[in-house]
Each structure stands twice: as structure tokens, then as C-alpha cells.
């Protein structure tokens, strides 16, 4: 995937920099937990999250190579961003749901 590899510094940077803007809201979110109870919500929300950046990342990059991989590449954040507050509603009821059982 010839589209992926950065043609200088600032390129690399930026490329970068969006694909980790993910796990740092993800980072910031674990750090503002204050509870147990939501931090584990939290640790869980993050480790679905870190599993699904590297499951898209390898189908895009190595198990279904395309033209648009740079595209998709580029999308992944969005759409990890995009499951970030949906994710961690889940956890929250999921946590309420069993600490109430």
C-alpha cells in the first residue's frame, strides 16, 4: 500500500497524530474515572476499542489490500471515535445491570 507511507516529517506527523487520537481519548477517559466501578467500565471500553483499531487496521492493510485502503485507513479513528461514547454506555449499563444482580 504505496498510498500509506508518508512522504516527509510533517506528513508522518499529522498521519500519526490522527490515527492515535483515539487512544487518547480513550487514555483521557480512563484517567477520569474515579470509581472502580468506572474504571473497569472504562479499562473495558478501551480494550474493545484497541481490539477494533488493530482488527480494521490488519483486515485493511494485509487481509483485504485495496486502491481505497488509504481511504479506509484514514476512517478507522472516525469510526473508533464514533463507537467510543457508544461503547462506554454499554459498559456503564452492563456494569449497573450486573452490580444490581
Not at 85 to 91: A, F, V
Amino acid at each position: 500500500m504505496k498510498c500509506l507511507e508518508p512522504t516527509s516529517v510533517v506528513a508522518f506527523a499529522l498521519f500519526s497524530g490522527w490515527l492515535s487520537v483515539p487512544y487518547f481519548m480513550s487514555y483521557y477517559m480512563l484517567k477520569g474515572a474515579n470509581d472502580r466501578k468506572r474504571g473497569a467500565s472504562a479499562f473495558t471500553v478501551c480494550l474493545i476499542l484497541v481490539a477494533e483499531g488493530v482488527v480494521l487496521l490488519t483486515d485493511i492493510v494485509y487481509v483485504h489490500p485495496d486502491a481505497q485502503g488509504g481511504i479506509a485507513v484514514l476512517m478507522v479513528p472516525i469510526l473508533q471515535l464514533a463507537s467510543l461514547p457508544l461503547l462506554s454506555r454499554l459498559c456503564d449499563w452492563l456494569s449497573k445491570k450486573l452490580s444490581h444482580s
